[in-house]
């Protein structure tokens, strides 16, 4: 076994391999950029190395660098965790030539699998099914959008060398393909510096499932079952699970082997994933899937698998790359049930745009029983723009699915993160959906069902909660003073406490009376055991419940200007780089209309008209860099323009 160990990547997967490693004895390197000089994954391990500034082409993806780094510490092996160099074949071919182990398969594997369109080419040849689409060479748009007019919409416009989502467009009509088209290209080559596409046949309520494969360098090649991952949204995955709800042995038994058999076909080696689009408009079926494509590492949904295996799969890398084998297929059993619900900085109400920051409150599930966090980040940390705003992956496992639920419920409720937006309410409102717990799932779940999971507007048992906070902390101040007391005493009548807030330049009213409450003239009855925490005497209050913060700002002499100021002025949402401006000074515009688009993240964000009105005017253009908070442009109504 090796000694020592450089762990190529940063955040939750490389502490993640870190914990492994340190279990078998073995030494630990990270590597490191300016901006996580004081991350936990530097902190943890046993040696730390700088690789440069902040951007991940300056640090994280200089292989160089790394290389160098792996020499200077005497690592024997580099594992790349997932993203960054984790699926480059040339890294893995300089790695050999150092003499150093990539812990993952071959270079030739790699880049068999690495391109959508040769890896289709090669499983069609193996015997593997494969979605109807076109494959080809020829990228001269028109050509591509004959293949696609020839396919039938809906179809799938998919970078070569995509993943996580980026590079892909779902394109329902003729019309809407060459511009998509634009959009995915621009968009693979800012990800992938490669803007090559293929296109592909659109599945009807599909379902997205996946087969954890393992192989070793004797040519053994073993499967770990089956995650469903097919709750996405925008193509990404938010919550997967193991075992797939539905599946049947027959089916496991014929996915499973095409899965080994693909694997087989590019002499695989160590951890991969073969992923298949599955037709989920009734029972899944044996003739029923379809390849879409193999991720040649570890896949950040792995902890279900482990949770239902009983497997720690960076060991079982580790030991494979070691030189060792993989297990015995009868020797693999599959038990219970794990949900891994993938925790984001980001905020739902604002089209999912990435939330940066400071971490002043962070509280993890930790404690929960039967819950299982990962995590890259720790409290008073930030969340850069730079990379991936994962925060955690928060994993449940259960007896049975329903148990499963249950306990990723309560870890999302027992979890606080402060002022940082992210996504835990919509968490909780997927795993409460209906069709969610009753295993009805697919691909489109999320974006059929957008406005029910992400309501809109107060949250009326947040405000309520916030008002009972409010009072509980003055009742406290007031001490045995009954003068003081805030308890809404009325001589021969019902004891009533009136509260306000504001919440976004929206008034709220609160009236408290016993157990119950009205916001806004809505009654709502008070839960117990809420978890509220006062920000400031002065301020306000945030409420955590449910998975999600919501603040409640005490009343501001100003806020009606803001509101006026709200209504007409776009804001950037987040750093990042203006890719398009579709406006100019003067321009008649309609709500919801595209002003601009920003690309931060490597991902694209339109920005729409808040309302109707006329361009006033434009703070930015094409090309410039921008700021969270940056005015970019004004509207006004069109008696404003005029005069």
């Known amino acids: 076994m090796f000694k020592t160990l450089l762990i190529a990547n940063r955040g939750e997967i490389a502490r993640r391999v870190m914990r492994t490693a340190k279990r078998m004895g073995i030494k630990t390197v990270a590597v490191y950029s300016e901006a996580d000089a004081d991350a936990p994954h530097v902190k943890e391990a046993d040696e730390a190395v700088l690789l440069g500034p902040a951007p991940s082409a300056e640090s994280y993806l200089r292989a160089d660098k790394i290389l160098e780094a792996a020499k200077q510490a005497g690592a024997e092996a580099i594992h790349p965790g997932y993203g960054f160099l984790s699926e480059n074949a040339d890294f893995a071919r300089a790695c050999a030539a150092a003499g150093i182990k990539f812990v993952g398969p071959s270079a030739e594997s790699i880049e068999a699998m690495g391109l959508k369109d040769r890896a289709k080419k090669l499983m069609e040849e193996a015997g593997v099914p494969v979605t109807p689409g076109y494959h080809g060479e020829n990228q001269d748009p028109a050509h591509l959008k004959n293949a696609a007019d020839a396919i039938g919409y809906p179809v799938l416009i998919k970078a070569v060398a995509g993943g996580g989502g980026k590079g892909m467009r779902k394109v329902e009509a003729e019309g809407d393909f060459l511009d998509a088209l634009d959009s995915c290209k621009r968009e693979a080559k800012s990800s992938f510096a490669n803007d090559e596409v293929l296109i592909e046949k659109f599945i009807e309520n599909p379902r997205h499932i996946e087969v954890q494969v393992f192989g070793d360098s004797r040519g053994r090649v073993i499967h770990l079952f089956e995650r469903d991952c097919s709750l996405q949204r925008r193509h990404q995955k938010v919550i997967e699970e193991a075992p797939a709800p539905g599946m049947t042995p027959n089916v496991r038994a014929a996915m499973c082997s095409a899965a080994v058999q693909a694997a087989k076909a590019v002499n695989y080696e160590g951890a991969g994933t073969i992923e298949f689009i599955v037709d989920g408009s009734g029972a899944l079926r044996e003739d029923g899937f379809y390849f879409m494509e193999m991720n040649t590492r570890l896949q950040v949904e792995h902890p279900v698998t482990e949770m239902v295996t009983g497997l720690d ?331």
């Open 313 to 643: 799969l960076v060991e079982l890398q580790l030991k494979v790359a070691a030189g060792g084998s993989v297990p015995e297929q009868d020797q693999i059993s599959l038990n219970g049930h794990a949900i891994e619900a993938r925790l984001y900085a980001e905020d739902p109400a604002n089209g999912f745009l990435p939330s940066i920051g400071k971490l002043a409150v962070l509280d993890l599930p930790y404690a929960v029983k039967g819950v299982r966090v990962d995590s890259g980040v720790e409290p008073g940390g930030e969340v850069s723009l730079h990379y991936d705003p994962m925060i955690a992956k928060v994993i449940s496992s259960g007896e049975n699915r329903d148990h499963a639920i249950s306990l990723s419920l309560a870890a999302l409720d027992a979890t606080r993160v402060y002022p940082v937006k992210t996504n835990g309410g919509f968490l909780a409102a997927c795993l409460n959906d209906l069709d969610f717990q009753s295993g009805n799932v697919s691909t489109g779940l999320i974006g059929e069902k957008l406005d029910s999971l992400i309501p809109a507007g107060v949250q009326k048992e947040d405000a309520a909660l916030a008002a009972a906070s409010v009072i509980a902390k003055a009742k406290s101040a007031a001490g045995r003073d009954p003068w003081g007391m805030p308890d809404g005493f009325r001589t021969n009548r019902p004891a009533r406490v009136d509260v306000r807030f504001e919440v976004e330049n929206q008034a709220v009213s609160v009236n408290l009376s016993g157990p119950s409450a009205q916001v806004d003239g809505e009654a709502v009855d008070l839960p117990s055991g809420y978890r509220a925490k006062i920000i400031g005497d002065t301020d306000g209050v945030v409420v955590f419940n449910h998975g999600r913060a919501s603040r409640f700002d005490f009343p501001r002499p100003d806020a009606a200007a803001d509101a006026a100021e709200a209504g007409g002025l776009v804001k950037a949402p987040m750093p990042g780089k203006v890719l398009s401006l579709n406006v100019a000074e003067g321009d008649a515009v309609v709500k919801g209309q595209k002003l601009l688009v920003l690309e931060a993240m490597k991902m694209e964000h339109a920005l729409a008209a808040p309302r109707d009105g006329v361009i006033a005017s434009v703070s930015i253009a094409a090309g410039d860099q921008v700021g969270e908070g940056d005015a970019l442009v004004t509207l006004a109504d069109e008696e404003e323009a005029a005069a």
